[in-house]
């Protein structure tokens, strides 16, 4: 397995564009996460799925645009770029077994992006 | 909500040297796991640990669930080990990981 992919590995852009990350597991995960970390901090979530076609906000979402189509694909879509947004964005996933939750989060490479 | 405190912030070891690094959390956690954030960025998971005891060649890792803390020892450091380690909970229905703000570590040869 290839685990979590992530694409691209870094991008630069300029102010007011906008772009889409990719995220793609392997594992057959039902939940999926985009989290976003500044430097010197830990991880914030931006948003998550626990399923195709089922999304719902973390605790940073606004200027971001998630979809799930597919139990593999979580694109994270930024709209209208702003130097807010300059930061390395993580995509996660993880399952849930048997009766009792599990919610150990396998994470991507991450995708290190600019604003200017 | 949750907070997650992490000690040492800084961490300095001669390889070789053994250390314990901490993780506090100020309520009941369904889920506790520790990261170590390489110098290339990239996350990789140590473990997943939410009560009792678990090793993993030179590291193990503790979580007294009670007390509400967890330990990662590091054993014979080597300068691979260099990096930031974080740790990570989530409690109840809420599937979000709370992060501590990590323990730096540098191992020098």
């Known amino acids: 397995n290839a685990g979590v992919t992530q694409t691209p590995k870094f991008r630069i852009l300029k102010i007011g564009q906008s772009m889409t990350l990719q995220c793609t597991q392997d594992m057959n995960h039902n939940y999926m996460y985009w989290y976003r970390q500044d430097p010197g901090m830990g991880l914030k979530l931006i948003y998550y799925s626990v399923g195709a076609g089922i999304t719902d906000k973390g605790e940073v979402p606004n200027g971001y645009n998630v979809s799930r189509s597919t139990t593999e694909d979580f694109p994270l879509r930024l709209e209208l770029a702003a130097p807010s947004q300059t930061s390395v964005y993580f995509c996660?996933?993880?399952?849930?077994?048997?009766?009792?939750?599990?919610?150990?989060?396998?994470f991507g490479p991450g995708t290190r992006l600019t604003v200017l | 909500g949750i907070q997650v405190e992490q000690s040492p912030p800084d961490l300095i070891l001669q390889e070789g040297a053994n250390s314990t690094l901490r993780c506090n959390f100020s309520d009941s956690v369904n889920n506790l796991q520790w990261f170590h954030q390489n110098p290339w960025g990239q996350l990789i998971n140590l473990f997943y640990i939410p009560s009792g005891t678990k090793q993993n060649g030179r590291l193990s890792a503790t979580t007294v669930a009670t007390e509400r803390y967890s330990l990662l020892y590091i054993s014979s450091s080597q300068t691979t080990d260099s990096g930031v380690y974080f740790c990570a909970v989530n409690a109840g229905n809420n599937r979000k990981l709370i992060w501590g703000l990590g323990t730096s570590l540098a191992v020098n040869p």
């Open positions: 996660a996933s993880s399952y849930s077994r048997g009766d009792r939750e599990v919610n150990e989060q396998f």
